[in-house]
């Protein structure tokens, strides 16, 4: 497997003892984890698996995945703490102003008046939008909205973000 993989979950832990797995989600899209889907686990360095899932179904805010094949909780006990990853090949095209979270993820934050802010470590997905979280060189990380009103430029080839901060925002 020669293109660039991507992580869209992460296997958290074993659920029950036939095989199914409990995965903490890394994407937006539900399509991902559809019955049918294939999905690559690494297993050691450079180690690529496929992994087709059979079965799919929502427990306590988490994805529970079964992969044909895996029948017992003896075959997919080594998967904890592992990535669910997909090539570059299976990403979607995204509409405009939509990115997909490693585009966003080591994005350097500035405002609106040059100042810099730090660097996007994680996105948080709490309800109605994405809020990033900004990485200072000293002090607490920043929570940054992203809706219009803030978030006025996304340069994702040079990994640059522009923002105009609300008010408060970085208090």
């Not at 690559?40 to 899932?53: A, P, Q, R, V, W």
């Not at 592992?82 to 080591?106: M, R, W």
Request: glycine share 8%.
């Amino acid at each position: 497997m020669t293109s660039k993989m991507y992580n869209v979950g992460k296997i958290v832990n074993t659920h029950g003892i036939r095989g199914d797995v409990k995965v903490l989600r890394i994407s937006d899209f539900d399509e991902r984890f559809h019955i049918g889907e294939t999905l690559y686990i690494e297993l050691g360095t450079n180690d690529m698996h496929s992994l087709i899932i059979d079965g799919h179904r929502i427990h306590k805010g988490f994805d529970l995945l079964h992969f044909k094949g895996y029948d017992n909780i003896n075959d997919v006990e080594h998967f904890k703490g592992s990535f669910l990853k997909i090539s570059e090949d299976q990403q979607d095209e995204l509409e405009e102003n939509e990115y997909y979270y490693h585009e966003i993820i080591g994005c350097q934050v500035q405002t609106t008046d040059q100042r810099e802010l730090g660097v996007i470590k994680e996105i948080l997905s709490p309800g109605a939008n994405d809020v990033w979280v900004v990485k200072q060189k000293k002090g607490k990380d920043i929570l940054i909205p992203y809706i219009e009103e803030v978030v006025k430029e996304i340069d994702v080839e040079a990994k640059h973000v522009v923002i105009e901060p609300m008010e408060g925002l970085l208090d």
